[in-house]
């Protein structure tokens, strides 16, 4: 029958030219095989030829004048060679052999003892077994690679959610080195507590979590939204583990965000045009029905009155033009413009505000200009509002207002921060929609006339905010 690798070459290195003759006449009188077999007769030699990586299997003589089989094996370890060694020796030595295979050795024999049949069988099972080893090493660098290189956060933990093993995406992602975070519990990343007894019960009872949505904090504090995907992999030995991957998806919701924040305002546009116009036609007739009276009346009575509802009537026609104002596309004339120059001016028009109220300013700029493309009077506006709100929603002496501009890629990035009342996590997303207002004597058409200049200037808005702590306002703008 013929063998696996038959054809393999091996490699005799023995300092006794007469050792070499006989194992490999037992190497040649096994059936059914074309081993090509050499020798080296010094140790020196042998590791130029083991370098040479052109051999499937070495048979290495325990003695190598000062150099012996085990120092071989050690040199063989450190050129990182997979190959099968056999060791050699004249006589049995029970702690060199298990020297030996704790080196890494396949087999170890006694000269005296060869046989056609033994020698069949080592070299059988030292090319099945490295072949073995190979396959399973080469799988191993595959899964590392795919481990190492993927984009997304690949971990492994205990059962108690405590980090094994993670790649170095977690550092792109969430800003902890891959040491860090092996110190650390998947559970502290997460957001909100009734999240984590979510992911701690459902892998108590379910034993996997499949593409949850969650958000976690970053080591900036910054909040991050990725689906959670986790497994539990139990064993019989109690070694188990869990294994799961981070996909982030915050510039998917973020774009997700603006899209249904342009839908709502194109929709509440449509609206706001359509009932103008059905107010409007009746208020002409109202008011001009009202000039004639006051011609043909002249009862200083009647005449009151009669001012009374063209005040009024004013007042409908003034809401509904604002309304519209807020409602269409602004035209903007964009020109290249230093943002850091546009920021001074909106802190220059509200320091009489932040001055009566003591409130403390922090203002941080790059070292470098940040210019962008902007309409510079529209975009004052839309900024100053943002400003003046976060004025308002803080206590005399004691606010605090940082504004502090950074540069992130090929983008500007403008931070309003604000420690007053803050919103709560139902009306952030209702904080752009017309006429939605805390404020007890507000209209409501502040944040979405400051949301349509911003939109124009192709710039994202993104708020967060916890009620009692404050709210924080992050405008990125494209660099011009």
């Known amino acids: 029958m013929s063998l696996p690798y038959n054809n393999a070459r091996i490699l005799i290195v023995d300092d006794d030219e007469d050792d070499f003759i006989i194992t490999s006449e037992y190497i040649r009188s096994i059936p059914g095989n074309a081993y090509q077999t050499e020798w080296c007769k010094n140790y020196n030699e042998g590791l130029k030829q ?20 085990v120092d071989f094996l050690k040199e063989a370890i450190r050129l990182h060679c997979e190959d099968p060694i056999v060791l050699l020796t004249g006589k049995g030595n029970y702690e060199v052999d298990i020297l030996a295979m704790q080196l890494g050795a396949v087999d170890y024999l006694i000269k005296t003892e060869l046989s056609i049949e033994k020698m069949e069988r080592c070299i059988r099972y030292a090319l099945e077994r490295a072949a073995t080893l190979k396959a399973l090493k080469n799988n191993e660098r595959k899964y590392r690679s795919i481990f190492e290189k993927s984009k997304d956060v690949v971990f492994v933990t205990d059962y108690a959610l405590n980090f094994k093993d993670v790649n170095d995406a977690i550092q792109n992602l969430l800003g902890y080195t891959k040491e860090e975070a092996l110190k650390m519990n998947v559970c502290t990343l997460i957001d909100q507590p009734q999240q984590k007894k979510f ?7 379910r034993n996997e979590v499949n593409d949850w949505e969650v958000a976690l ?5 910054e909040k991050k939204y990725c689906i959670l995907t986790v497994t539990l992999e139990e064993s019989d030995k109690e070694d188990g583990y869990v294994q799961g991957i981070i ?3 915050t510039n998917f919701k973020k ?5 249904l924040q342009g839908e709502k305002l194109a929709a509440a546009g449509r609206l706001v ?23 043909e009346i002249k009862e200083e009575n009647m005449q009151l009155y009669m001012n009374i509802i063209q005040r009024n009537g004013k007042r409908i026609n003034d809401l509904i033009s604002e ?6 596309p602004t035209e903007h004339v964009l020109q290249k413009q230093t943002l850091q120059h546009i920021v001074d001016d909106v802190i220059a028009a509200s320091i009489d505000r932040l001055t009566l109220k003591r409130i403390k300013l922090q203002v941080s700029y790059p070292n470098d200009v940040q210019d962008i493309m902007a309409d510079k009077e529209k975009l004052k506006l839309a900024l ?12 005399e002496q004691t606010g605090q207002l940082s504004i502090s501009l950074q540069r992130s890629g090929n983008n500007a990035a403008l931070t309003i921060s604000d420690n007053g009342s803050g919103i709560s996590e139902e009306n952030i997303s209702r904080l752009f929609e017309p006429y939605f207002t805390q404020k007890r004597n507000g209209v409501g058409l502040g944040l979405t006339f400051t949301l349509n200049i911003l939109q124009s200037h192709k710039a994202h808005i993104d708020v967060s905010s916890k009620p009692g702590s404050g709210t924080t306002f992050t405008i990125t703008f494209p660099l011009a």
């Open 50 to 69: 083991l370098r040479t990586g052109k051999y499937n299997l070495y048979f290495v003589d325990y003695r190598l004048g000062a150099k012996s089989g």
């Open 199 to 205: 992911l701690q019960e459902t892998l108590a009872h």
């Open 217 to 221: 904090n970053t080591k900036d504090g």
């Open 247 to 249: 996909h982030d998806v």
């Open 255 to 259: 774009a997700e965000k603006a899209t």
């Open 273 to 295: 045009r359509t009932i103008a116009h059905e107010v409007r036609n009746p208020l002409n007739n109202i008011t001009l029905s009202v000039e004639q009276m006051q011609q």
């Open 323 to 328: 309304l519209l104002n807020t409602s269409r």
């Open 384 to 395: 100053l509002n943002i400003v003046i709100n976060a004025v308002e929603a803080m206590e």
